[in-house]
């Protein structure tokens, strides 16, 4: 074959190459926690999401994280005792409003070695937008990111959580999250 039609040939094929995939990152349930932290006036308490599906692609830069999903079942989040989860569950009427997720939008850099994700969170039927900080770090193919933010449930359309004359839930709640994962792909 002559010089000029292998490279016309070659020159030809490269388009159609498929780009290489981002990797992901594959999340490992029992190293991950959601913790929602929870004052009231007779008794804080910490409620844990332990099931949930959450999918984050990483870009070419370390610990560049490009792309996240996640999804949870409000019936999965557990705070020990069985009383308090189901007058939980009917406060945020899990039969109506029975998912929520988030999606990425964005990164930018933050203060120091955090970063500062944005994106829209949907909870009890009510999508706003979203930020907060959080840090990646990478041992090997090993990657964790951990995170917090104050919520207002209000600003989700919930009512404060009342009981009685004298127990209220304060509305604002602590999010801290610690997602531990394997990165998969090139």
Do not use: C
């Amino acid at each position: 074959m002559n010089k000029r039609l292998t490279m016309l040939l070659v020159g030809l094929a490269l388009p159609m190459a498929a780009p290489a995939a981002a990797p992901t990152l594959v999340i490992d349930p029992g190293g991950s926690s959601i913790q929602i932290d929870v004052e009231s006036t007779l008794d804080s308490f910490v409620a844990q999401l332990h099931d949930f599906d959450a999918a984050i692609s990483l870009g070419p830069g370390q610990g560049e994280v490009e792309a996240a999903r996640f999804h949870f079942l409000f019936s999965h989040l557990k705070t020990g005792d069985a009383d308090r989860d189901a007058a939980m569950y009917a406060w945020e009427n899990v039969g109506a409003f029975p998912e929520g997720s988030f999606v990425l939008s964005a990164v930018q850099p933050g203060a120091g070695r955090h970063l500062v994700a944005r994106g829209l969170l949907r909870f009890h039927g009510v999508e706003r937008e979203v930020t907060f900080p959080f840090t990646v770090s990478i041992q090997g193919r090993t990657l964790a990111i951990d995170g917090e933010t104050a919520l207002d449930t209000r600003d989700y359309g919930l009512p404060v959580f009342r009981k009685y004359i004298f127990l209220r839930v304060d509305p604002t709640v602590r999010v801290r999250f610690h997602l531990l994962g394997k990165l998969a792909g090139p």
